[in-house]
């Protein structure tokens, strides 16, 4: 887990747990989107290469 992470979570801690919740379906929902193209690309032929990032 890098130190940055380490760092929101440790402010996520402090919040009560409805907002800790509400962040945590965004987070999650999020990492889900992310995730979805990979999936299915999987599925589709059984490997995923990430396409090439922008620079800068």
Do not use: F, V
Not at 15 to 42: G, K, V
Request: hydrophobic fraction near 35%.
């Amino acid at each position: 887990m890098t130190e940055s992470l380490k760092k929101a979570i440790a402010q996520l801690k402090t919040l009560p747990a409805d907002e800790q919740d509400a962040i945590a379906a965004r987070l999650l929902a999020e990492m889900e989107d992310d995730l979805s193209p990979m999936r299915q690309a999987r599925s589709t032929n059984g490997c995923y290469r990430r396409p090439p990032q922008p620079l800068g």
